[in-house]
């Protein structure tokens, strides 16, 4: 027992007083002649013993009586350890998208805010954290209407980040309770579990589970072109059922365009094939209905206008191998002898190609320096009879490249760099037996450029990396059958292509983006990104002839948006919620050595409010004061 008053019990002390005023208390008595007393003396013999029976009950009452009063005004007490112990309490509730998932009609996201908001003490001061968002020494008052009206978050925080961000909102003071709940489903994507953040903490883990486990999700959604006037979109889903057909629509914008049905194999998964016009701009949008997690029942892409690459290259060459591989299409092509190019409309470039130079004069190489420096791409094809020292001076600037000396020697092409950017999914599969191109004579190199195609002897043939791309030797066909070789279409056009940073039909939310627009802005001008009732300025950087726009944190929601110039739409660009919450695969708390884990939050909340509450037995002493008080009464009225 323990005293909320303990100096009050010095009190005690005073009840010696009653008992030396009882002990010590003597009565005189006055001697009286009087005849035959021997009666009498018996009468007062039994009388006396009688009265004093009476006081020793009289004083022990009191002395119980006034006893029961000092330890009542003590106010005793039965509490636990941590009872007695200033308390702080961080939670940290999930809101990931696989909180979605339902449970009696209700996603466990909000039924989880509606027990923290029925089960916590509406007084008690507490911290909560989201995977995004925190409400730090709040009641569940001043946060009430946040947690209700709470977004779901595409982001996951895992279990040791949670626990470093929890750290954070606990106070440094010692001598503190200190509890971290814990509200999740607790996928297995979230980490090993552990058991505490340290000695002090108590963590309590509230493992949230849907009834069902089973959640179809559209994955992804890819493009082929075709020659024809359609292409192909084929989506890919998965988490269906073997044998289950499960209807999916394809909408641009908001109008039907087709409709299919999802076929699953025995792993769960399915593809699904759309046809769609090729060459014309499609809002797609791709849809299923699912009872499980909602945000991966919609799917956007999109299909813009392809804008023309513009490639300018400064040739001494008779051929026309450049002209072949850059159509109209795609390109708008244009070839100048060096002494007819004018170097104003160099930075309205997005390719310039030096083929066949003997030498590159010094106002060009301060021309093409500022040019690749504004994000162009630069491809040199030097001459036989190149001027060493001038391409040196220029090509210094570039991973240190030097062309050391020339090498009369027939070589054969023999290694390609499968995994360099050029030739990422060009290929099946590598292949190393195929029609070997040669070279008669070239040049060999120092520099810390990349190989992107080398020759026997690992000498490089092609190098370069970031817009800058340059040869060991002439292509001409004097020289080379390089122009003959397949691999010529793929290195070009991908060179090329690369220089303008094309939109993918979508893009994944929370991860680092960028495309080019190709527009010419004024120094104050910004491009803005927005869809219906939500706008946003990305990172950009402005090029004379293009603009990079960057994607990493916004936007925050998945949808079409439009890429605007003072309100004028520029093309379109789609986002995707990461599909990594999709699978519900959940870890084993019973893992947990020392684990302290509770089916629900309400079950918490009656454990922690019974191992914080405090015994109060100070009403009962008053009770037994009062009753002493009626005993006393009824030894004066009935005890003589």
Sequence with gaps: MQFKHPEILWALVLLLIPILVHLFQLR??????????AMLQKVVSESRKSNTLKKWLLLL?????????????????????????????????????????KS?????MEKSIQDLIKNIDPESTFSLFTNERTFKNVTIKDIQNN???????????????????????FSNTSNTSRDLVLISDFQTRMGALTNSLDSVTSTYYIPIRPREVQNISIDSAYLENGLTEQSKLTALLSGGSNSENLPISLYNNETLIAKSSADFNSNGKAQVEFSVPSNEELNGHLRIVDNSLGYDNQFFFNINKK?????????????????????????????????????????????????????????????????????????????????????????????????????????????????????????????????????????????????ILSLEGDEAFLSGADGFYFFSTSLETQNSNFKNSPLIVPTFYNMAAFSLKAADAYHTLGRTNAIDIPISLGSDNILSVSKEGYEFIPLQQAFPNKVRLTFGDTPTVDGIFGINNEGNPLKNISFNYPRDESTLSYLDIDTIENKSSHESITSLFEFLEAESSITAYWKWFVILALLLALVEVIIQKFVT
């Design 28 to 37: 005189r008595f006055k001697k009286t002649p009087f005849t035959n007393v």
């Design 61 to 101: 009452t009191r002395l119980l009586l006034f006893t029961a009063l000092i330890i009542a005004f003590a106010q005793p007490f039965f509490a636990s350890r941590t009872a007695l112990q200033q308390k702080e309490t961080v939670v940290y509730l999930d809101d990931s998208f696989s909180m979605q998932a």
């Design 104 to 108: 009696n009609g209700l996603s466990l």
């Design 147 to 169: 947690l209700l009206s709470l977004p779901y978050s595409h982001k996951q925080l895992n279990l040791e980040e949670i626990q470093l961000k929890a750290g954070t909102l």
């Design 307 to 451: 804008e023309k690459i513009k490639v300018l290259a400064i040739s001494d060459s008779d051929s026309d191998y450049l002209e072949r591989l850059f159509t109209q299409d795609e390109f708008i092509y244009y070839k100048y002898l060096l002494n007819q190019v004018d170097y104003s409309v160099l930075d309205q470039q997005n390719v310039v190609i030096l083929d066949n130079l003997k030498a590159i004069p010094n106002s060009l190489q301060k021309v093409l320096r500022t040019f690749k420096e504004d994000g162009g791409t630069l491809i040199i094809v030097p001459s036989i009879e190149s001027d060493l020292t001038s391409y040196n001076q220029f090509l210094s600037g570039f991973f240190a490249t030097r062309f050391l000396e020339d090498i009369n020697v027939t070589k054969k092409i023999t290694n390609i760099s499968f995994q360099h950017p050029l030739y990422k999914n060009v290929f099946e599969k590598e292949v190393y037996n195929f029609q070997y191109p040669n070279v008669k004579q070239f040049f060999k190199i120092q520099s810390r450029a990349p190989k």
